[in-house]
């Protein structure tokens, strides 16, 4: 049931220790970089600043602007030669940046890896699909590395190809599966397509769903379709990337590795810090690192600490799922809209298929939001009443929860493009 | 008799009708009938063809949002007042039409009306004991 039982449910006050004299070498390894060096010195600050955990509070955030600024090597703790292997993230929100990592990082990282898994269920008899891409992206090697520390036997699939997915999904009988939950939507098209249900023809038991911030509407929808148990996880290349945090069987909430980050939730706004059970935005800064440690990273994501203790046993606190990223905010007509409320009401809508996309245009002073919604193909019945029925009743719905009047667009199911990587959400138009 | 109508799902573009006229072509499926109905960016396009079941198969086969729809096909006169016997029973028995469109079998002696109602099962009896001839998937096929 435990990877590592002692670490997992160590005492808070234990838990704690371990923490801050992680805390102080980490503080010590990180004035080497060429700019914690820089920061430290002309702040006053240094291993002498940390008596208690408390005292991460002196040092200030590092910003995915800093990593920029300081690219590629500025953030580099020990000498290059130690270093074997960089990872990239994927550049959603501007220029990517770049995460390297020395032998012992790399082993940490698979280790936590393995722990989330077997906390899943996943064990050495599993045979694991991982249909992530492996490259600069954190994803695919991430797990694959955990789940061969684990022992199972591993479907280097690679992302798309989803015909080559299901037939070897078939042929080896797949149990389980690390997918992007679009694309697992997208996949359950494919099936359908096939004439193969998959609660049938496959023997998938175990989905680990990342790399995409997602609503419990949508996991619901994917546990329906495929008969699976879904997992949420949570990761970010400059923490490792996935293996951060991960759900348990108890599916609410995911436990964040205390023992490897050191964590706080603040308000964006005044950057103060929120007490437990408030929403914010999440701060890390590894405990573990050596090859490129970061202090108080601003991870942009938005989420809580759930503060009640997890009836799993473990003692490692629970962030809920993410609720987006604060730079992912739409503005529309001064309202503030995240993607993610948009797809939360959609997934509660009968004949609304898989896949949507917001459009943003601007004419003269007046924003404009249109959604292409792809209908459920099972929903069609050959009526237009029917589907003007569907169309109203969208509008209707997302008018109650963004307090905007959305331009609804009903497009044929699969018609809306689908990459390999994260589903592009919102297209914005708006010249400024 | 019920008749089948297809009825595919498709955005507003063009190359829609193209693609699944091409479809049917390629498989020597034969369109007796179409209308379509537009709302702004999507339509619903009705077909009557000779062969429903593999037309619907292939189509879906192309990726396409389609739906096999029971409709009644009635053979009534082409000639001055055909259509509106027809229309005055329904309106008198109080049924009321989704959706309508006829074409002409042999000029100035037969053609088909296509309606689509509410109350499936009984406009076709009501239309049998009034003497009217619904035509099923066959007799469409055989002319």
Redesign the interface.
Known sequence: MYWEKNLETIKRAKLEDLQLGRLKDTIGRTKKSYYYGRVFKEKKLGLGSVRKLKDIQKFPFTTKDDLREHWPYGFIAVPKDELVRMHSSSGTTGRATVVFHTINDIAVWTNLLARCMYMAGMRRSDVFQNMMTYGLFTGGLGFHYGAEKIGALIIPAGAGNSKRQIQLMRDFETTAVHVIPSYALHLSTVFEELKLDPREDTKVKIAFLGAEPHTEKMRKKIEEIYGYKAFNSYGLSEMNGPGVAFECPEQNGMHIWEDSFLVEIIDPKTLQPVPDGEEGELVMTSLQREGMPLIRYRTKDLTRIIPEPCPCGRTHRRIERIKGRTDDMLILKGVNIFPMQIEKKLMEISGVGTNFLIILDREGFNDLMTVKVEVDRKYFSGEMKQMETLRKKIVEELKSEILITPKIDLVEPDSIPKGEGKAVRVIDNRKD | MIAY?L?I???NKSGKLAQITGVLAKEKINIRATTI?T????G?I?LIVDDPKSAEAVLS?A???V???EVLAVLIPDTPGGLDNLMQLLYQEGINI??AYGFVLESSKKAVFVVDVDQMQKTEKLLEQKGFKTLDVQSLSAM
């Open positions: 109508q009825s799902f498709a955005e109905a709302a702004d960016t999507f619903i009705n086969q990726g396409m949002t739906h096999l729809r989704n959706n």
